[in-house]
């Protein structure tokens, strides 16, 4: 068999994922049914869903994994999901939530790990799992060893996801891809710059922080300070905004200050990319993600070290010739990772789902 016809994606509107499979499905040659979990996409979202040719949005009602207060709501809606998948006869099913990849499917089923409980609480240094969520990764686990074939958006983070829920297989890398922003014209801005969930403790607020109080610049921080579980973080010389829409976002990155992650955990990135597409030159937290997708584009700094992060941003600050070749590093590495060359590799992850010989070898 060959490429799918039909493929039923999960997404929900509260995340990356949705950004992810709009530009993914706009980007497949088939037919895509995207059906949502949790809180219902607002005008916008759908507006723009509904204007890609060959989606069918599908609004389930269905709990999110990670708000969930326990595992039946999220069985139940594994499930749900699988009947759907028969109703509308995909060809492959692409579940962006591998807890729910547990059930007949009637189609292989391809999970893909985008950022989960276990490997951010391994990378927390947390130690075992709090018995009251423990539920949650031994779900993913289950749906991970229960999936035809599984994914992640690096290798850096398929290797933490094997190492975590003990895989025999390695999931296989396909890296995330984003349509750059429209950008306005703008005046440069004389500082750096961070995107995120600063209220994330493996984001590395409190280091950019701290390297905001020894720059002799301004240090802007864009994102939510207060988790959707309750946790706030409270910086003292960062200038945070808290979240803004995507307009407003586009505007800060067309002043190309330095872009800044301090992350001590990362799957992947979208910030850093969203910020290298505009030509902000980059520094990084040296984690293996990072250095995966950015070798030899970015600066590089041991994570958590805010004399190391404050001396690099005010290096690039400092000099506007290094500041614009940087930028220009970190923006011609970002042509690599395109919507297109996520469809490319996961359609040949369908593919080899779908070819029988695979099965009988």
């Excluded at 025999?168 to 922003?181: L, Q, S």
Aim: hydrophobic letters at 50%; aromatic letters at 6%.
């Amino acid at each position: 068999m060959g490429a799918p016809g039909r493929i039923l994606m999960t997404a929900d509107a509260v995340g990356g994922v949705w950004r992810y499979a709009l530009e993914l499905a706009g980007a497949l040659d088939a037919e895509v049914v995207l059906a949502v979990l949790g809180p219902a996409p607002d005008a916008g979202q759908r507006a723009e869903a509904e204007a890609l040719p060959g989606l069918r949005l599908v609004e389930t009602g269905l709990p999110l994994d990670w708000l969930s207060g326990g595992p039946a709501p999220v069985l139940a809606a594994g499930a749900a999901v699988a009947r759907l998948a028969r109703e509308v006869g995909a060809d492959v099913v692409h579940l962006n939530s591998p807890a729910l990849a547990v059930g007949d499917f009637g189609a292989p089923v391809i999970a893909v790990n985008h950022g989960c409980l276990g490997t951010w609480w391994d990378a927390a240094g947390k130690g075992a799992v709090d018995p009251g969520l423990a539920w949650l990764p031994d779900l993913v686990g289950q749906g991970l060893r229960s999936a035809d074939r599984t994914v992640a958006p690096t290798r850096a983070y398929a290797e933490a996801v094997a190492r975590c829920y003990a895989l025999n297989v390695v999931p296989t890398a396909v890296h995330n891809g984003r349509g750059a922003m429209p950008l306005p014209d703008a005046a440069p801005f004389p500082g750096a710059l961070t995107v995120g969930r600063l209220w994330d403790e493996v984001k590395g607020t409190d280091t950019l922080d701290a390297a905001a109080a020894r720059l002799d610049a301004p240090f802007v921080a864009i994102g939510a300070t207060r988790a959707p579980h309750g946790a706030t973080v409270a910086p003292r010389h960062l200038q945070t905004t808290g979240p803004l829409p995507e307009a407003e976002l586009a505007g800060w990155l067309s002043r190309r200050p330095v872009f800044a992650s301090a992350a001590r955990f990362e799957p992947f990135g979208l910030a850093v990319l969203e910020a290298a597409q505009a030509g902000c030159p980059l520094v990084l937290s040296d984690i293996p993600t990072f250095r995966e997708l950015w070798e030899g584009a970015a600066t590089f700094v041991a994570a958590g070290d805010a004399d190391g992060f404050a001396a690099a941003i005010a290096a690039l600050l400092a000099d506007p010739v290094r500041h614009a070749a940087n930028g220009a590093a970190a923006q011609a590495r970002a042509a690599r990772y395109t919507p297109a060359a996520t469809a490319a590799g996961m359609s040949a992850i369908y593919r080899d789902a779908l070819d029988p010989r695979q099965d009988a070898a």
